[in-house]
């Protein structure tokens, strides 16, 4: 009960990539290096987070430079070479995306590699994160589809491939990010909802979305700041979800506007619950984990609730970071010991 997983990526040493910043560039400049570095940081932050005393354990996305990307770097009918900076979610903030200029197909699989690393790492539960479907689609330069609807179902196809390989691979979860479902809410019920059920169809694994208002850096907060005192998105896109054949709902929960009682939605789907704040330096106590946990505990019952953490961690230095999970870990025993 109340087993303790993370939202995704996790901060990379210092060798592997320049801390403490989103998109950082690889900092080992000869290819083999590269790939040797991106394996021992998986391996690292795996043992890290079981150190931490974390119980479904993820790759950390240590051989991605950023969760969307990382992925798409290994898809045909793209043009990395020659991006194009455009604003993202609805505009929020801008970025140098992808251009989309042909047909998109997946030659190879992506992350099996690091992916079969990671697992013969740990015999604890293991997590993959992938980007959603919707999520892509917000985070490239389409030139060639002209119809997101029609793309996002292009890259769920994708997607199923890569997990179906995961999966066979042991990956015990597999999460798709989509913090675009806080952004383009009307087309959640739609194309949104329809290119995930495909990005999930025939797995046999555990699934998860992880939905938020994203990481702890300027843009966000302000964004964050102007979404008044209650957050009330998920009220729109909870019962979707509910609905879905999607297993697992991730969301920010500490220091967040979202009213607990919103995860009453989520009727019969565990809840990734958030406990920690990726957005402060400050170190949650075990206590403030376990209170929101007893909060959890108002709206759904306990064998659903797992404490995680409000987001992707690779903003944060690492000593932050293990500090942080290892509050996560007393905060959940804490709350065993209670009920
Ligand atoms: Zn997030």
């Not at 589809?145 to 597999?174: H, P, S, W």
């Amino acid at each position: 009960m109340f087993e303790t997983t993370v939202a995704g990526s996790l901060p990379k040493p210092s060798w592997l990539a320049e801390p403490e910043v989103l998109w950082a560039a690889w900092r080992p400049a000869d290819d083999d290096i590269l790939e040797e570095a991106k394996l021992d940081a998986t391996a690292l932050c795996i043992l890290a987070q079981e150190e931490a005393g974390i119980d479904i354990v993820s790759d950390g996305e240590q051989s991605r430079q950023h969760f969307v990307h990382g992925f798409l770097a290994a898809i045909d009918g793209l043009d990395f070479d020659n991006r194009k900076r455009i604003g993202i979610r609805d505009d929020r903030y801008e970025a140098d995306c992808p251009r989309v200029i042909g047909p998109v197909s997946r030659k190879q699989s992506v992350h099996a590699a690091y992916a079969k690393h990671a697992r013969a790492q740990t015999d604890r539960k293991l997590k993959f994160t992938l980007p959603g479907p919707m999520t892509i689609v917000d985070t490239i330069a389409d030139e060639h589809y002209g119809d997101r609807a029609t793309l996002a179902m292009e890259f769920a196809r994708l997607l199923n491939d890569e997990a179906r390989e995961l999966e066979a691979l042991g990956v015990d979860v597999i999460q798709f990010d989509e913090p675009a479902y806080n952004v383009y809410m009307s087309a959640v019920a739609g194309w949104g909802i329809d290119s995930l059920e495909r990005a999930i169809e025939g797995l046999s694994c555990t699934t998860a979305i992880h939905i938020c208002y994203g990481y702890g850096i300027q843009a966000n907060i302000d964004w964050k700041g102007a979404l008044g005192d209650e957050w009330r998105q998920y009220e729109e896109t909870f019962p979707v979800l509910a609905a879905s054949n999607i297993d697992q709902v991730s969301l920010e929960c500490i220091n967040s506007h979202v009213p607990m009682s919103l995860i009453g939605l989520l009727d019969g789907k565990d809840i990734l619950v958030g406990a920690i704040d990726v957005a402060t330096n400050r170190i949650e106590t075990p206590d403030q984990v376990a209170d929101v946990i007893r909060e959890a505990l108002k709206h759904a019952p306990a064998e659903r609730i797992f404490p995680s953490t409000n987001c992707g961690m690779v903003p944060l230095s690492r000593d932050v970071t293990y500090a942080k999970l290892r509050a996560l870990a007393a905060g959940a025993a804490i709350m065993r010991a209670e009920i």
